[in-house]
């Protein structure tokens, strides 16, 4: 069974910076495409980063130039850098990986919490 672990998340103030981390247990992760998701309470999930499968990155409006979205494939983990985190990047934040094959899988979420 494949997992995805994810961590890093925490109380930070506005302003700070924190980075997450997904753990993927699962040979193939160098073929996968891994995005970075987040929902906030009352709110539908929205996609916050990710590589296409061209390899090539993709960022929401919202984060661009504060977040930053990398992979190690030696270590099947990828990451998300955010800086300048705000109040309104308060929200549970997904690791989500996608085979070539069609299978999606997604881990628990880790939280972020920005506030003074």
């Known amino acids: 069974q494949v997992q995805l672990v994810e961590s890093g998340g925490g109380l930070v103030q506005p302003g700070g910076s924190l980075r997450l981390s997904c753990a993927v247990s699962?040979?193939?992760?160098?073929?996968?495409?891994v995005s970075w998701y987040r929902q906030a309470p009352g709110k539908q999930r929205e996609l916050v980063a990710g590589f296409t499968t061209g390899g090539s990155t993709n960022y929401a409006d919202s984060v661009k130039g504060r977040f930053t979205i990398s992979r190690d494939n030696a270590k099947n983990t990828v990451y998300l850098q955010m800086n300048s985190l705000e109040p309104e990047d308060t929200a549970m934040y997904y690791c989500n990986v996608r085979y070539p094959w069609g299978e999606i899988n997604w881990g628990q979420g880790t939280q972020v919490t920005v506030s003074s």
């Open positions: 699962r040979s193939q992760f160098s073929i996968s495409t």
